[in-house]
């Protein structure tokens, strides 16, 4: 029996050896079949290229990089190649060449503002060049590690639930695969020569990789080269080439056997890996960058990347996680207003990174490829996805999310497919040496950029005319032309309505009777909003008051209680009248404030762009362009008309007036996070002034933060509004709250700080820089708008703005302290300590001296706001028509040093100073300016 059974077994035994060589032998012939069809098509394509050059130019044939005997091949041409049938003559190829020149950027001009077509802007080479791309004949077939084979098509389970799935309804567009395409059409895209079919090998569309990877990097090419070949032999990926940065890792790569692409570009490559990743890019492939000391665990990563998930470009950060820090600060001179919020990212890492065939993945990586200044390469990848556009400076657009974190992660995280290299060091905001982060385990004080002032890049905006004049040479505002930004083109705007479409849209129902005032009021689909209810009637006449003289006519007001709007009404101020009560069913200010997300999700679905403001703000131009009301007239030619050209950029969704007091802090810089994490931050863009484009983005974003003011009982609206636009996105906490998976993906633009002020810049900073301020001269850097938002007497401030800017009284703001209350309220106070210390101070003070000498000279009382009987006398004596009193000198270091007196009569204290202007003109009169110290009102004095 067991003699029986043994034979059966080996019977067995023979059948299955058999059947597994039969197989083998038919997948063998299967792949000798395919390699041969892929050897014929190259061969074909080193023929047809050869020929052309040898017969169209009488050049030497070119060669193979490597002799036959060493199996290779390489495309390196200058001009595109063509299908047999497309193939003609010298004139029709050179006809070919210049229709293939890079189109200058198309416009369409919309609403006055210019938004550029969505056409990647990747650089030809038509003329003979050395970048090109090269495969071994032997890459798809070549003996590989013994584990090669099961990695290559290892699924990891990276995903949750379906890799797909969790897009949010954003859009992303991808290229179309043209290397997939039969005929010319991929060869007049392509930008380095060969490269469609190049990808024809390398994904073929019975392929299961998703990617090109495109290893870079390293301070010796064979390290980097060694790991484009642990890519195959360890995760048996097969896409995968080697950027060569010069001829000399070119000739390395060759030698090894490595497929290669070298990026050609105008003298040396500012980031070669974009360059290449760029012209990958725009012939429909994504590509997954991988460099500096990436470990690759063993499941291929090509066939384990995310399909599309809403995102352009995904990746990993230096800490797992750290989805963003919102930072506080308090900056205690600043009184009521101390505390304040900054919002921090962590790095992203360049050694990791994911690029969807996208417009706007790929005209980001035509500016990191080409550009390349003294930043890193985590420090510019971060800031091109996540810190906004400002200025000059503009972004792709492109949006990011978090790579799954189970099979991509951070250096030494345990990832089971790739881990990224670790990140460079960061300087900090400073640029001092000796604050190269280390990155230990401590976090860097959030209060240091407190002590940051840096003013040139916001000021260079404003002063771009000249300097400032006394009456209307008062700075620039004006968005800056189209033709003088840098940065990549900013991605098309998707409109809800269209903008050669009806106006307004989704007019049934509840929006009728919005889409009647918006239709009335909007000017070039525009309107400027504030939210207002009957608590802060003083305050909503004050901002209309600058709405009026700015000459901003497409004004709304959103009334969120009939006594608002039966006011709004009886002034006839457009309004629009929409009860809403906030979660907890307060009035107060902080309370509606969150309810204005909720009403912006009504404007924009009818197609409105939308301006919102506070009603703190006072408006001083129109920031939409057009004419405004100069107040006082111009005196040389009182029957001007002032233009103002728009200062609303209109390239991004949103554009947010920043908390921001100086370039550093408004427009991002290093920080070192929790445990010395390497993050980008920047100060908190205030939620009371910011533009939305009335696009698809934007209103998702209303979309959830409107939900989460109706949910979440103790969130700011300040910073969900900072949180929607700036935090990591992942897919590892689907619901819970600012950890949200999917980016609304608006793209951002922070307003000009000096132009948009808050009063923090405006009190602490513009009213002493020489360049933008002279109170007694009348001098002024005239913004936009100011919203008082640092101090707490918000319409006693708004009072003195509306009288200095829109009315023409002379440094009206002087009387108020960059901090909280009066700027004279401590020196108007101060007195000597007693009567010998005002004797030393009578004698050495020059005002004292002018004074007593002028009431010699006349012999007659002066006047006190034009009344007659004011008559300061020897030893502090005083005489006024009000009674007698006392005068004398405030000591010096109370008023930094300058010469000042006092005047004490019928209970009331005064701070008097030299009218240095009158007095220059006057005829022997002592002309003076009284402030009372308890309200700062100022009066003439004339002796």
Not at 185 to 203: F, M, Q, W, Y
Not at 461 to 475: C, H
Not at 678 to 696: E, Q
Not at 858 to 874: L, N, Q, R, V, Y
Request: aromatic share 8%; glycine share 10%; proline share 5%.
């Amino acid at each position: 029996m067991q003699r029986q059974r043994g034979r059966s077994r080996l019977r067995a035994l023979v059948r299955f050896l058999l059947i597994l060589g039969f197989v083998v032998w038919i997948v063998h012939s299967l792949l000798v079949q395919h390699y041969k069809k892929q050897r014929a098509l190259v061969d074909r394509l080193v023929d047809r290229v050869d020929n052309r050059d040898a017969g169209l130019r009488g050049a030497a044939p070119r060669r193979s990089a490597l002799p036959d005997d060493e199996g290779g091949f390489e495309v390196d041409f200058s001009d595109n190649t063509h299908d047999d049938d497309n193939y003609g003559n010298e004139e029709e190829l050179n006809s070919t060449l210049r229709s293939l020149k890079p189109p200058e950027p198309s416009s369409v001009e919309l609403r006055d503002v210019t938004v550029r077509e969505e056409l990647p802007r990747v650089s030809r080479r038509n003329e003979a060049s050395r970048g090109g791309v090269w495969i071994p004949r032997d890459w798809g077939t070549r003996e590989r590690g013994k584990n090669a084979e099961k990695n290559g098509e290892a699924d990891a389970e990276c995903f949750p639930a379906d890799r797909d799935a969790d897009s949010g309804d954003r859009v992303v567009n991808p290229i179309e695969p043209l290397y997939r395409k039969a005929g010319s059409g991929c060869n007049k895209r392509e930008t380095i020569p060969g490269l469609c079919d190049v990808l024809n090998v390398l994904l073929p569309s019975d392929g299961i990789e998703r990617a090109v990877m495109l290893v870079f990097g390293g301070e010796k090419h064979q390290d980097t080269i060694a790991l484009a070949l642990a890519a195959a032999d360890k995760t048996g990926a097969r896409a995968v080439l080697f950027v060569a940065s010069d001829d000399d890792a070119a000739a390395t790569a060759a030698k090894e056997n490595v497929p290669y692409i070298q990026p050609d570009c105008d003298g040396p490559c500012g980031r070669p890996e974009y360059v290449a990743a760029a012209a990958i890019l725009s012939i429909g492939s994504d590509v997954l960058l991988v460099g500096r000391g990436v470990e690759l665990r063993g499941p291929n990563p090509l066939i384990n990347i995310p399909g599309l998930r809403g995102a352009d470009v995904e990746g990993v950060t230096y800490r797992e996680g750290m989805f963003g820090d919102v930072v506080g600060m308090s900056d205690p001179a600043m009184g009521w207003s101390a505390y304040s919020q900054s919002m921090a990212v962590p790095n992203i890492l360049s050694s990791l990174v994911l690029l969807r065939a996208t417009g706007e993945s790929i005209r980001l990586a035509v500016w990191l490829g080409e550009h390349r200044d003294d930043v890193d390469a985590d420090v510019a990848l971060t800031d091109e996805l996540l810190m906004p556009a400002h200025d000059a400076r503009q972004r792709s657009g492109a949006t990011f999310r978090l790579l799954p974190p189970k099979c991509f992660r951070h250096h030494k995280s345990g990832a089971a497919v790739v881990e990224a290299a670790e990140g460079f060091p960061v300087k900090s905001w400073h640029g001092d040496e000796k604050s190269m982060f280390s990155f230990g385990t401590r976090a860097e004080d959030p209060n240091k950029i407190l002590s940051s002032e840096t003013f040139d890049a916001a000021r260079s905006v404003v002063l771009r005319d000249g300097p400032i004049g006394a009456e209307d040479d008062d700075g620039n505002c004006a968005a800056v032309d189209m033709h003088d930004r840098v940065g990549p083109d900013p991605r098309a705007l998707r409109y809800i309505a269209a903008p050669d479409g009806d106006f307004p849209v989704n007019c049934d129902g509840d929006l009728s009777q919005l889409c009647k005032i918006v239709g009335r009021v909007a000017v070039k689909r525009q309107v400027l909003a504030a939210v207002s209810n009957s608590n802060i009637l003083y305050m909503l006449g004050l901002f209309l008051d600058g709405v009026a003289a700015a000459n901003i006519t497409n004004t709304i007001v959103v009334a969120l209680d009939q006594k608002t709007a039966d006011w709004c009404k009886e002034r006839g101020a457009p309004y629009y009248h929409r009860e809403l009560k906030s979660l907890t069913g307060a009035t107060d200010n902080h309370a509606t404030s969150g309810l204005k997300f909720r009403v912006l999700h009504e404007f924009l679905s009818v197609g409105v762009s939308v301006l919102l403001s506070d009603v703190d703000v006072v408006w001083m131009r129109n920031p939409f362009g057009g004419s405004r009301l100069v107040v006082p007239t111009i005196e040389s030619d009182p029957d001007r008309v002032h233009v103002d050209a728009p200062a609303i950029y209109g390239d991004s969704d949103v554009e947010g007036m920043t908390d921001g007091w100086d370039d550093v802090s408004a427009y991002g810089f290093a920080y070192a996070g929790a445990g010395g994490t390497p993050m980008r931050r920047l100060a908190a863009r205030n939620s009371g002034l910011f533009y939305l484009a009335a696009t698809k983005e934007s209103l998702r974003m209303v979309s959830r933060l409107a939900e989460r003011m109706a949910t979440e009982r103790n969130t700011w609206d300040q910073t969900a509004y900072n949180e929607e636009q700036v935090w990591m996105w992942t897919s590892e906490a689907p619901n819970a709250g600012n950890r949200r998976s999917v980016p609304a993906g608006v793209s951002q633009r922070v307003m000009n700080y000096a132009c948009f002020q808050n009063t923090k810049y405006l009190f602490r900073y513009m009213r002493y820089d020489p360049e933008l301020y002279d109170g007694a001269s009348g001098r002024s850097l005239r913004p936009i708008s100011v919203h008082v938002n640092y101090h707490p007497e918000k319409p006693q401030r708004m009072v003195t703005l509306i009288e200095q800017y829109l009315k023409g009284e002379r440094d009206a703001i002087s009387k108020w302290n960059w901090g909280e209350g009066m700027a004279f309220a401590k020196p108007c106070l101060a007195r000597p300590k007693n009567s010998k210390e005002g004797d030393a101070l009578m004698e050495e003070s020059e005002l004292a001296r002018q004074i007593l000498e002028r009431m010699s000279v006349s012999g007659e009382p002066g006047t006190w706001a034009g009344i007659k009987g004011f008559a300061p006398g020897e030893k502090g004596a005083l005489v006024t028509p009000w009674g007698d009193g006392k005068w004398g000198v405030i000591p010096p270091k109370e008023v930094d040093g300058d010469d000042r007196i006092f005047v004490d009569f019928s209970g009331a204290k005064h701070m008097v100073h030299s009218d240095q202007d009158r007095n220059g003109r006057s005829n022997g009169e002592l002309h003076l300016i009284s402030t009372r110290c308890t309200d700062g009102e100022k009066v003439d004095i004339v002796l």
